[in-house]
Antibody, heavy 122, light 106 residues
Framework: EVQLVESGGGLVQPGRSLRLSCAASGFTFDDYAMHWVRQAPGKGLEWVSGISWNSGSIGYADSVKGRFTISRDNAKNSLYLQMNSLRAEDTALYYC???????????????WGQGTMVTVSS | SYELTQPPSVSVSPGQTASITCSGDKLGDKYACWYQQKPGQSPVLVIYQDSKRPSGIPERFSGSNSGNTATLTISGTQAMDEADYYCQAWDSRTGVFGTGTKVTVL
C-alpha cells in the first residue's frame, strides 16, 4: 500500500524551530518529487515547498522562503521540512504529498499523508 | 503572484450536474488539476492534466481548461460528492491552489 506518514508537529513558541518528517512506503521513493502543502484551520490549501527526486531542484512559497528548508533522504525513504523563525501564521496542518508522474516536479499530487499539526503560539 | 479564483459555494440537487470554475490569467496555457476534500480528511486528486482521471475516480468527474478558466464538472452528482474542491496549477515552478469551492448536495 502506498503511504505517507507525517510526524514532528506540535505546539511551539513564536521564533522557535520545528522539524517535520514524512515517511514514505509502498513506492519507489527516489523516483518521485515530493512536496509539502499546509492548511490553516478552517482555511484552504497552500503549497509550501517542493523537492525533485534527486534534490537538484527545490522551490518555496514566498511566505516561507528564507525560513523553511526542505530536504530528503532517499536511503531512508523520508522527506523533511525544517521550519525556523516560526510565526503565528504558520499554524496549520502540514501534509506531505507525492507527485503523480516520474517527472516533472511541478505535477499533480496523487498521494497525500494524513498531516501533522503545527501550532505556533506563546 | 499568480492567483486562482473559485466561487465559494455551489449547490446541486442529487442526480444533477455541478460545475465548478477556476479562473486565472492564461490558465489554459498551464495544466490544471482538481482535489476533493471531505471534512477531516486529506485531499484526493480527482482530475489531473486538465481532464484526466486517476484510477478509482468515477467517470462522473470530468474536467476542461481553456482561456482563463478551468472547469470541474460532476455529472449525476451523488450525496457522497459533497465536499470542498480545490483547483491547482503551477506558475514559474510555484504551486498555486484555488480559493476552494464548497459543493452542497441538496
Amino acid at each position: 500500500e502506498v503511504q505517507l506518514v507525517e510526524s514532528g508537529g506540535g505546539l511551539v513558541q513564536p521564533g522557535r524551530s520545528l522539524r517535520l518528517s514524512c515517511a514514505a512506503s509502498g513506492f519507489t521513493f527516489d523516483d518521485y518529487a515530493m512536496h509539502w502543502v499546509r492548511q490553516a484551520p478552517g482555511k484552504g490549501l497552500e503549497w509550501v515547498s517542493g523537492i525533485s527526486w534527486n534534490s537538484g531542484s527545490i522551490g518555496y512559497a514566498d511566505s516561507v522562503k528564507g525560513r523553511f528548508t526542505i530536504s530528503r533522504d532517499n536511503a531512508k525513504n523520508s522527506l523533511y521540512l525544517q521550519m525556523n523563525s516560526l510565526r503565528a501564521e504558520d499554524t496549520a496542518l502540514y501534509y506531505c504529498a507525492k507527485v503523480i508522474h516520474l517527472s516533472p516536479s511541478d505535477d499533480a499530487f496523487d498521494i497525500w499523508g494524513q498531516g501533522t499539526m503545527v501550532t505556533v503560539s506563546s | 503572484s499568480y492567483e486562482l479564483t473559485q466561487p465559494p459555494s455551489v449547490s446541486v440537487s442529487p442526480g444533477q450536474t455541478a460545475s465548478i470554475t477556476c479562473s486565472g490569467d492564461k490558465l489554459g496555457d498551464k495544466y490544471a488539476c482538481w482535489y476533493q476534500q471531505k471534512p477531516g480528511q486529506s485531499p484526493v486528486l480527482v482530475i489531473y492534466q486538465d481532464s484526466k482521471r486517476p484510477s478509482g475516480i468515477p467517470e462522473r468527474f470530468s474536467g476542461s481548461n481553456s482561456g482563463n478558466t478551468a472547469t470541474l464538472t460532476i455529472s449525476g452528482t451523488q450525496a457522497m460528492d459533497e465536499a470542498d474542491y480545490y483547483c491547482q496549477a503551477w506558475d514559474s515552478r510555484t504551486g498555486v491552489f484555488g480559493t476552494g469551492t464548497k459543493v452542497t448536495v441538496l
